[in-house]
């Protein structure tokens, strides 16, 4: 493209007018090749082919980029193309894949058995990272792996302990010495903390590389998987250090969950359980009437209506997401004043029991038992205490948490240092 130069009115109209009818025509063309994309779709279907190709989309590139003559309008051509090729892809993953959607700013794909076929939902061409931990199966690793030909693996002891600047300055470390540049990925393979930790170190890792995701317990699959944000603790402070920046793309895939053993299923539950009680009383019911059980349907629900939360405040700006944290402000402190004997989803079902009215605390009560979550523990009140206060919903007047009457229905009170200190002492909140 040649450099400014001085036009007339008249010929700044004209170019308007000009460009507004090659809009319309390039509208009319995006038309027919999303028509086509859909007959692609149904081939692929058919006959299981994957969605992405990205050696055929590199191709393509180029041989179109080669047909501009102006170098300057050359230059900016692949942008042009990825993004209507984004834009094609999507298209056929909706109709392939029915189960999926986009949330805070990521794509994310609901499939069983869709481990087994990772092409269909990253560029399993990258050299990519695998970052796992100690918890997750060698049979998991492994198929993940096989799909990726330039793979590394990076693994760490499981546990929130592993949550930490420490465990981040390894990663980066292995990412340096294995030469990861802009253009490679990683792909957290694994539970919340891998999920949390393995975005945060791609969201500052040269500014930011691209992040897949494949969580592998259901306490992320239901909670950390959607919500977009990530980071590890700090000086006992949960998540104080972090970033609102979600995978590009995650795969929910439920046959992960067939070799947790009872107690991490019930961990997951809970955060099922709290998106039930505030924001679904049919979801609750349903809970009820499985006897606890999670089936493919009531995931995908919770993971919809975490979506849908998520999507009106992805920075929590306006204050609408701050109904995900029910249960968290007291079951964060009770985690951390029980040195870490409770799972994250046990501590916050206790951290729900007092923040409910009666009648909903006995059937919640009675639901944990079917699920075989803790109605009670041992902990530190002072410990929990002290936690407490240093939550990050914390403002001059005291800390937001959130209340629940019946279920489905929900209220944000803010409570000063006293009725914090009677809540880490296991009083209920005032009705």
Known sequence: MEGPKKISEAEFSRAREEIAAIDEKIAALFEERMKKSSLIADYKAERGLPVRDPFRERSLTERNAALIADEGARAVYPAVEEAVMAASRRLQEDR????????????????????????????????TMIVT???????????????FPRHEIFRFPAGE???SPETLKALLGALMEKGFIRSDALLA??????TDLTAFAAGIWL?????????????????????????????????????????????IDPAFLTTLDARQIANGTAEIVKIALTLDAGLFEALEASGGKVTDEILLRAVTLKRDTVGKDEKERNGARRVLNFGHTLGHGIEIAA????LHGEAVALGMLPMTAKETEKRLTALYEKIGLPTKADYDPEAAYRAMRHDKKAGENGV????????????????????LKRLAYGERIKE
């Open 339 to 342: 040195g870490r004997k409770l």
């Open 189 to 194: 393979l694994g539970g919340g903390v891998v």
């Open 207 to 251: 500014r930011g590389v691209t992040c897949f995701s494949l969580p592998t317990t259901l306490l992320a699959q239901a909670d950390a998987a959607v919500g977009g944000k990530c980071g590890v603790d700090f000086g006992k402070i949960k998540n104080s250090v972090g970033l609102f920046r979600a995978p590009e793309t995650t795969l």
């Open 161 to 163: 302990a592993s949550k």
């Open 400 to 419: 937001t948490v959130v209340v629940v009457g019946r279920p489905g229905e929900y209220a944000f009170r803010t409570v000063g240092d006293e009725a």
């Open 133 to 147: 931990d100690s918890g997750v199966p060698e049979k998991w690793i492994s198929l993940v792996a096989s799909q």
């Open 96 to 127: 392939l894949f029915p189960g999926s959607f986009v949330s805070a700013g990521g794509r994310v794909h609901f499939m069983r058995g869709g481990a087994e076929r990772l092409s269909d939902f990253f560029d399993t061409g990258r050299k």
